[in-house]
């Protein structure tokens, strides 16, 4: 498969790899996709008090596009607001990779992941709101 | 032996341009997928391209007689490196075609008297296509499973066999996974039971010892561009004792005894008998020295890299071949990394159908290992050098994907990875 340049940078140069404490209270775990089908990724964001994500972390198992969709990701939501972050469109991933037909849906996984990630970090602090007004009742 | 191995394709590793000591040409290492035409195949096809370019087929002059010569001197060597005599080698434009021939020609043949055809699920696709296309035709055909070593089970076929049963068709090595078949065993059942029995010999000519009457077959397919021979030209064993009719699918002239009408191509079938009669002489040899540098490569990868599989049985496998599952890396992205080595895989992520490989699935392969597989096949022109460079290659990428992966992170925290609920897509 004949890849776009910015796709093999991202393959060979993943930007932000790693883990975040996903027991930490400000960060946020996705993790989508399914072994069987070849595709898991892991992307993890940590959010400051603004509701701004700080840092971004990611892993995947997956193909070149899916690999360099999730670097890609990760770059792109550093420095964003959640509401921001979650407008994010996997047809702007696939645009920026060039991803051929077939492997759109790497992009689509990607944009599973991130929305997935602010998800998890918002049900996080909806608890504690919820259990900070309990207690304050 | 030594003439063999000095013959490489790509002599020294120059220096890539920068100056980094990688090698220019990637090191192919995909030899179930095509090899080259050996240096001494070529040179016996040029003299038919453009000094004795004659018809074969032309009774009455000198350049129809050369060109006869030398096809029925190709049909000699490739009928002598199957035990088979000469009238039952036909010339066709590949495996697939043979394979074609060979299930078709023959149901269409006795199609009024018997319907029923047996086959195995990790075929070529051309035979399971044929297939299928004569159960749209009316034919009825079992498809055996395999075991997990990829073998067939001969209990199995035994009890598959019906009085309506014309045709059994086994592949004698597997493309993907390089196991080989009982052929002797499966060709005793058959014969003992009056069915025909085909074999798919495409990956298994030249490797390994083939002797039709022995093993009491009826049909194999031979392909050309697997034994370092041209592309477009096979041929089709069609036995005579006890005879096999068939009925052609390429009509027109009659050649090849009615079975297969057009001109032969001289230069290609020249090439064919070529790549055999060498690979008659050098077999043994050959199939030493890649049994040994597959054995090399295998070891010093078990060595290096935990969590990696083979697939299929070790032992009844063709020499050169390796399937090998890398646990929690995926397929594309690990060819990615090893680009200086050409290999395939049977992940999803490399086919157009986005569906892992059939053949690891008939194995029983888990799809999440069969996504991370890698099909390694060594030939003739693979040096020592490759297969060094090929380890130190591959356990380098393996290493980074798995830095990489989450997979191999909850692996190594001691997660269950079949205990969480996957999103799945």
Known sequence: MAYSEKLLEHYENPRNVGSLDKNADDVGTGLVGAPACGDVMKLQIRVNEQGVIEDAKFKTFGCGSAIASSSLA??????????????IKNSQIAQHLALPPVKIHCSILAEDAIKAAVADYRAKHAKKDESASQAAQ | MSTVANRTMTPERPIGEKGDNRPKMP????????????????????????????????????????????VETARKQIASIIGADEREVIFTSGATESNNLALKGVAHFYKDRKNHLIT??????????????????????????????????LERLKNAITDKTLLVSVMAANNEIGVIQPLAQIGEICRSRGVLFHTDAAQAVGKIPLDVKAMKIDLMSISGHKIYGPKGIGALYVGRKPRVRLQALITGGGQERGMRSGTLPTPLCVGLGAACAIA????????ERLRMLRDRFYAAIKQRLPEVFLNGDLEQRLPGNLNLSFAYVEGEGLMMG?????????????????????????????????????????????????????????????????????????AQEGVDIKSIQWTGH
């Open chain 2, 27 to 70: 090191i192919y290492l995909d030899y179930q997928a095509t090899t080259p035409c050996d240096p001494r195949v070529v040179e016996a096809m040029l003299p038919y391209f453009t000094e004795k370019f004659g018809n074969p087929h032309s009774r009455n002059h000198q350049y129809g007689w050369e060109a006869e010569d030398a």
């Open chain 2, 280 to 287: 008659e002489k050098e077999m043994g040899a050959e199939a």
């Open chain 2, 338 to 410: 090893i680009k200086d080595l050409c290999v395939s895989s049977g992940s999803a992520c490399t086919s157009a159908s986005l569906e892992p490989s059939y053949v690891l699935r008939a194995l029983g392969v888990e799809e999440e290992l069969a996504h991370t597989s890698l099909r390694i096949g060594f030939g003739r022109f693979t040096t020592e050098q490759d297969v060094d460079y090929a380890v130190e290659h591959i356990v380098g990428a393996v290493n980074r994907l798995r830095e990489l992966s989450p997979l191999w992170e909850m």
């Open chain 2, 120 to 153: 195995v699920v990790t075929e070529h696709k051309c035979v399971l296509d044929s297939a299928r296309h004569l159960e749209e035709e009316g034919f009825e055909v079992a498809y055996l499973p395999v075991r997990q070593d990829g073998l067939v089970d």
């Open chain 1, 74 to 87: 990760t770059e792109w939501i550093k420095g964003k607001s959640l509401d921001e972050a979650e407008q």
